[in-house]
């Protein structure tokens, strides 16, 4: 049955790149199946040479739950073994209700707060960013989608009506992007966002530590920070020449920047990201997340020119924005969040 949803304008408008992915979500990512679908993929009827796929494309991970029972594997080249000169041989084969929840749903995520419903997708997601690299308004339209919630939150009333006065201050014309973020803040904890600002730190090494502590087996996040601690651990000072350099060559970065951190607020329903974390933990992610977007395009860049570069950047970032604890760790790791912003 139809429900009625929220959900960003470029909604209607996204389609899976499949094999044209230059970075596709079927390489390198921990891919959790539950025991349900474990079972339901190694048992079904196919082809002799999808069940050799199928057969062995799972490793079991340290802790086993029941959401958690298996992970995809990766084959020599990273790649899910079950996908076929990139396009998913299960899918083609079976159709997409065979697909495990977390492939079926991806980049999509569908959340119910109380009793309303949001639906976005995630800027880790390459056509997403490509989508919001083109588009110049993230507008928020309400209309029915025949979807169900997939994550559920339970809060104040009052606190859907700052999701959308959020919303609201995001998609002012009439200030660059860290100033918008700066109200955000102020709106969630005014004096502790000021005290944190006004603090006198240098931010560019915290960063580049924090990015090491975080970004795992991410290929191009591990090579910012091998570049970054290269060119700038004794001249920080390089990291405003580079970053002018890069304003400059893509003079349309702070539109860009600001539709993905918003669609990421979306995606998390910020400030409700983590239900470890509360309002003001949200709000030191929100100004850690600019920080880091700023130096990893900044310092991918830096010998590459084009529009893709650009996005496949900011999409590595998100991965770890939108995939992991992301806002619970900085909160723990980092003080002084709101100083991010001045990067």
Same mark, same amino acid.
């Given at each position: 049955m139809k429900k009625q949803w929220l959900f960003p304008e470029y909604y209607s408008a996204f389609s899976c790149k499949a094999d044209q992915c230059r970075n596709t979500c079927c390489s390198s990512w921990r891919i959790p199946v539950s025991k349900k679908e474990y079972n339901a993929l190694i048992t079904m009827e196919c082809s002799e040479e999808l069940n050799r796929r199928v057969q062995g494309a799972f490793v079991m991970p340290d802790f086993v739950s029941d959401?958690?029972?298996?992970?995809?594997?990766?084959?020599?080249?990273?790649n899910c073994p079950i996908q076929d000169k990139g396009l998913c041989?299960?899918?083609r084969e079976k159709g997409e209700g065979y697909l495990p929840k977390i492939c079926r749903l991806y980049p999509r995520s569908l959340k119910q707060i109380n009793d309303t419903l949001f639906v976005s997708c995630s800027g880790s997601c390459e056509k997403v960013a490509e989508i919001l690299y083109e588009n110049k308004s993230l507008n928020i339209l309400e209309g029915e989608l025949d979807a169900k919630p997939e994550l559920f939150y339970t809060v104040e009333d009052n606190d859907i009506t700052q999701i959308l006065a959020i919303q609201d201050v995001m998609k002012?014309?009439?200030?660059?992007?860290?100033?918008?973020?700066?109200?955000?803040?102020?709106?969630?904890?005014? =004096?502790? +966002?000021?005290?944190?600002?006004d603090c006198n730190r240098e931010v560019l090494s915290d960063a580049i530590v924090l990015l090491k502590r975080?970004?795992?087996d991410?290929?191009?996040l591990n090579e910012v920070c091998e570049e970054s601690e290269k060119r700038y651990g004794q001249n920080?000072?390089?990291y405003y020449k580079d970053a002018k350099e890069f304003e400059e060559r893509f003079s349309d970065h702070r539109g860009f920047f600001g539709r993905m951190i918003n669609n990421s607020m979306m995606y =998390?329903? +910020?400030?409700?990201?983590?239900k470890r974390t509360d309002k003001t933990a949200a709000y030191r992610g929100l100004c850690i997340c600019y920080g880091l977007l700023r130096l990893v395009c900044i310092v991918y860049c830096l010998e590459r020119r084009k529009k893709e570069?650009?996005?496949?950047?900011v999409c590595a970032l998100f991965r770890l924005i939108d995939h992991t604890a992301f806002y619970y760790n900085v909160s723990v790791l980092t003080e002084n969040a709101a100083v991010f912003l001045k990067m």
């Open positions: 959401d958690t029972y298996r992970y995809v594997s990766f084959n020599w080249l990273g041989a299960l899918h002012e014309e009439n200030m660059d992007l860290p100033a918008k973020i700066a109200k955000v803040c102020q709106m969630i904890n005014a =004096e502790e +966002f000021v005290k944190d600002y975080l970004s795992g991410n290929v191009i920080p000072d390089l =998390e329903c +910020f400030p409700f990201v983590d570069d650009l996005i496949d950047a």
